[in-house]
């Protein structure tokens, strides 16, 4: 609809990404899907069963943005190695929500479907100090102020983010726990307080030039430890704003950004597209599973399954606003397709392959699934709601 509605076509929607309400837009969006995704990660729960995230995010995330950056310099010619790992570790977040069936579906087992959530879930936050760190090099490294400088820039974004957002999320979450066993707020204006807090830890890191995202996520991690109780109904208000945003910004994209550079596909920006959703995502991860004695399809579901979505359109958008690189435009166009392409192949296939990936495992014998690592219980954390 965004394509049809934009420049390209109807010119409904114009303008650019950049320009006034569209970037709050996508800046509120981002910090609303941070903070509650963080809010969904029960960190006494994910303690008992570390195994796979742990090796998708600690492993297969590192991974996936070497090897994205070494093909990055090797495709993308254009682009300085510093740009090119910036591109990676732009796509590196994985989006759980343009793979619902993935994370949802009951016919999958919990441990393995937990762990695609868990993944979706910490990625987008975890990769935001990295982000910050690699923009700081590739603009040091094209000459846009001094190291000094950059340096300066990553310690306070990333330092000052983390400081408030464990201040305003375990403070706001005390708070709000506090006012609610005592019957004084309930109802809506709970569900808006939670909002409140997500915001405020943006903002407040963002007036001493902190990184606000950093602020959110944090915020969402602190929240989620010291209000546990108040997490399932306190963030619904915030968690289905997050959702009317994402479709709007979804709109946005295909209008602004999808639509203006349908006839500016090159064939570098095509193989590295291609590249980024199967063999620096994929191989990462079956690397990172090495030693768990996972099944082969088991591997091959965790691997193919990693949607790109609006973390990497947001962080795109964030580096291009923060540093004019000479590479700005490349990377931007490299993020736009990678994500237009995963929305098409990731729609297409979840359904079908979540399907026979179930009807597999349903054929397994019940003394099989006693023995494989699979079929080890454990607790489900909540997933993110489908857009």
């Given at each position: 609809?965004?394509?049809?509605?934009?420049?390209?076509?109807l010119n409904v929607?114009?303008?650019d990404f950049e320009q006034g309400g569209v970037e709050l837009l996508a800046e509120v969006t981002l910090l609303l899907i941070l903070f509650v995704d963080a809010t969904r990660i029960d960190l006494r729960v994910l303690r008992k069963?570390?195994?796979v995230p742990v090796r998708l995010l600690g492993i297969g995330l590192p991974l996936t943005v070497l090897t994205g950056a070494l093909l990055g310099a090797v495709v993308l010619t254009d682009l300085t190695l510093f740009e090119a790992a910036l591109v990676a570790a732009i796509l590196a977040p994985t989006d759980a929500a343009l793979g619902q069936a993935v994370v949802s579906d009951k016919r999958v087992p919990v441990r393995i479907r937990q762990g695609l959530n868990v993944e979706s879930g910490l990625n987008d936050g975890l990769m935001l100090p990295a982000i910050t760190i690699i923009l700081a090099l590739a603009a040091s490294d094209s000459g846009l102020e001094s190291t000094s400088y950059w340096a300066g820039f990553v310690s306070r974004q990333i330092g000052f983010g983390v400081l408030f957002g464990v201040a305003v999320g375990a403070g706001g979450g005390l708070t709000l726990d506090y006012f609610a066993k005592r019957g004084w707020i309930e109802g809506a204006l709970r569900q808006i307080g939670t909002l409140a807090i997500a915001v405020g830890a943006f903002a407040a890191a963002e007036m001493v030039e902190g990184n606000g995202f950093v602020a959110a996520f944090v915020a969402g991690l602190a929240?989620?430890?010291?209000?546990?109780?108040?997490?399932?109904?306190?963030?619904d208000f915030t968690e289905d704003e997050g959702q009317l945003l994402a479709l709007l910004t979804f709109l946005f994209f295909g209008a602004l950004l999808v639509g203006p550079r349908i006839g500016e596909l090159t064939l570098p920006i095509a193989l590295y597209s291609l590249l980024s959703l199967t063999v620096i995502r994929m191989s990462p991860v079956a690397v990172s599973l090495i030693g768990m004695h996972l099944e082969a399809p088991t591997i091959g579901?965790?691997?193919?399954?990693?949607?790109?979505?609006?973390?990497?359109i947001?962080?795109?958008l964030f580096v291009v606003e923060h540093a004019e690189l000479a590479g700005s435009e490349t990377i931007l166009a490299v993020v736009t397709w990678t994500v237009l392409e995963s929305i098409i192949l990731h729609g297409v296939t979840e359904v079908p392959l979540t399907g026979r990936y179930a009807e597999w495992w349903r054929s397994m014998i019940p003394d099989q699934i006693a023995a494989m690592p699979e079929g080890?219980?454990?607790d489900e954390l909540r997933p993110r709601v489908s857009v």
């Open positions: 609809a965004g394509i049809a509605l934009g420049p390209s076509a929607l114009g303008g069963q570390l195994a929240f989620g430890y010291v209000a546990k109780d108040h997490c399932d109904t306190a963030a579901y965790l691997s193919w399954f990693g949607p790109r979505g609006l973390a990497s947001l962080f795109g080890e219980v454990v």
